[in-house]
């Protein structure tokens, strides 16, 4: 009898489309304002979510970070203030949901059938602070 763990059913394709997290590299918010590439996407890839993970404690001034792709600069984050609740180290910021963080992006995630990057937008940077960002992606769906 063929295990099922192993490869031998028809399943397999459905265990390969698991969503992932995965982890961007660190972005320092106190760095020049501008448009920083901290993720790849492979083409076929659904980003499904993106959150805030705070590494480093933020102290915002005034702050405004934009979170999206070379498509929409602010596709999944537009005009995060790094705002009170949102900002000590380890917590992880959930935008559009049960959180402090009330800015506007996109809540259904994306499909992307060209290969890009996530970016951050730092419009104005803050005076301490370290993020990353945390990418649900499935890199293949199966079909039925």
Known sequence: ?????YGQNKFDSALEADAKWYSSSEL????TAG???VFQVPAGAYVLDIRVLVTSVITAGSADIDVGDGDD???FIDGWDCSTGSVLAGTIVLFGGASGASEAGVSSG???SASDTIDVDINTVATAGK????INMAT????S
């Open 1 to 5: 009898m063929a295990n099922p763990m």
């Open 28 to 31: 320092d918010l106190t760095s």
């Open 35 to 37: 448009v920083y590439e």
């Open 73 to 75: 600069p602010d596709m």
């Open 110 to 112: 994306k499909y992307y």
């Open 131 to 134: 993020i990353k960002l945390l």
């Open 140 to 143: 293949s769906i199966p079909s």
